[in-house]
Each structure stands twice: as C-alpha cells, then as structure tokens.
Nanobody
Framework: QVQLVESGGGLVQPGGSLRLSCAAS????????MGWYRQAPGKQRELVAT?????RTNYANSVKGRFTISGDNSKKYLQMNSLKSEDTAVYSC??????????WGQGTQVTVSS
C-alpha cells in the first residue's frame, strides 16, 4: 500500500511559478512510476509529467520546457514555471507500483489568473 499527500497548489499570476509536492509513504520502494495528471473544468484529464524509479521523465507537449518533475522515493516535486491560464486545473499526483496498482493523492487546485 502507498499513501500520497499533495501540497503546493494555489493562485498565481500568468508567468509565475508554483511547486507542487507529493509525499509518498508506505511501500514506497514498490513504486515504479509517479507523476501528475490534471483536469480542468469541462476538459479531459491530461497526463502532465511522469518519472520512473530509474529517473526517466516524460512530459505532455503542452508543458515541455516549463514544468520539471523531480524528487526521490519518498517525495516528488513538480516545478511549474511560466504558468499560463490554460494550466489552471486540479492537479493529482499518482503512483503505480510493481503490481500495477495505481494510487492517488487528494488533488490540489492550481489557478493561473491576473
């Protein structure tokens, strides 16, 4: 079992930065992949960024060059720079373990607005 707790959302002006955190506990060494999805009102859920246990990262085209995922086994970070209004969404951290079970954080709201 893995538990995920997110923090770091909020309101930021366009062009600003935010850093999301996702703290993992429990069987953290069984985690193969972690990352974030986001969902804006009326839109489909979008995979934003992933990082494997080996450190390989992947990003949605819409955030490449602006977002960076990093961290260790117990905590991951999503650094979001040059934020745009279209980045406004609920961001949810997730983890997939070796049994291919998916765990979710509670979600955090990111609002980009002047």
């Amino acid at each position: 079992q893995v538990q995920l707790v997110e923090s770091g959302g909020g309101l930021v002006q366009p062009g600003g930065s935010l850093r999301l955190s996702c703290a993992a506990s429990g069987s953290i060494f069984s985690i193969n992949v972690m990352g974030w999805y986001r969902q804006a009102p009326g839109k489909q859920r979008e995979l934003v960024a992933t990082i494997t246990s080996g450190g390989r990262t992947n990003y949605a085209n819409s955030v490449k060059g602006r977002f960076t995922i990093s961290g260790d086994n117990s905590k991951k970070y999503l650094q979001m720079n040059s934020l745009k209004s279209e980045d406004t969404a609920v961001y949810s951290c997730y983890a997939i373990d070796r049994r291919l079970v998916t765990y979710w954080g509670q979600g955090t709201q990111v609002t980009v607005s002047s």
